[in-house]
């Protein structure tokens, strides 16, 4: 399998393609068997998808509030997320059909529910997502699944990607990749910050670096190739002028398919037997326009940026009590879950710098707790 050849880096002048369905779908299985046909015929070669048990992602006053949005498909966030996603036997199907048509299939496992039900489906790697990322319980059991991983950075800080790596390392779980990623939609030229890839390269050098782009146009993605990334992942749909808030920033069948072509075309060309190009050298082969100019910027640290808040704020994952806990209680791992919370509380990475702390309040199960709880 070519993902497992470059998670090896026995072989690192090809890309491994992914088609983000996500929820992009609509709802509905014989649309998302249509994406996936329109994925194979574009040249991916895999699709994925997000997994989610709603109980286990979300708290019951996320799923509860109301949603007001032209993309919404049901009054509250939870009828919402409830029509979009697929139960495990459609899973099944939509994993057979790929099957049947040669593409990988995949998700994202958004919680520790779902992540059980992907192992199970015997996918070729699980996909961690951004808001998950700083979760490092979910990725301390995925790490000992024996499955390769793909994990995205989005909306963390270097400290986050930091851990990530050194909860790979005590597993003893190399067959992993991190992508370099803004979780911000559409992500503007300016804040794509590619020269992240060689960053990452270069500071992690056993591990392979990949990118999922948000951005507009296929560009950008082409130009962190020429950076580095041997794993690119697009969000990718059947037409942009869909309801939902995913379509815009997604790819088209004939962007995805030109992306795919392009890749191909630097690989004949042997211009990927040379993993990390300049700034310079990118834009001498790409031509030079003015977003990949800006994409390839010079940044000297890994940030969370100001365009990711509203990300990081809205579907981060914060850290609730698993059961009424009073005022006075010293807190335990097992006093603790970690969510999307509505109100968010103290962010996920910092789940095990609260463990041994005594409560100054009480917290109710399933609600978030806050820096004026400790």
Known sequence: MLLLDILSKDICNKVYIIAEIGQNHQGSVETAKQMILAAKNAGC???KFQKSDLQAKFTRSALNRRYISEHAWGSTYGEHKEYLEFSEQQYKELQDYSKEIQIDFTASAMDERSLDFLAALNVPFIKIGSGDANNFPLLMKAATLGIPLVISTGMQSLETVDRIVQIMEEAGHKQYALLHCVSSYPTEAKDCNLRLIPFLKKRYANVTIGYSGHELGISITKAAVLSGARI???HFTLDKNQKGSDHRCSLEPSELAAL???VEQLQRENILLKEVYTPSAIIDILGNTMEVEQALADVQQKLILSCELPCR???????????KLEKGHQLQEADLLIKVSEPPGIFAERYYDIIGVKLTSSVDEDEPITENNI
């Open 45 to 47: 070669h895999c699709v």
């Open 232 to 234: 690119i992942e697009r």
């Open 260 to 262: 795919v072509k392009d």
């Open 313 to 323: 704020h809205k579907l981060g994952k914060s850290i609730v009590a698993a059961r």
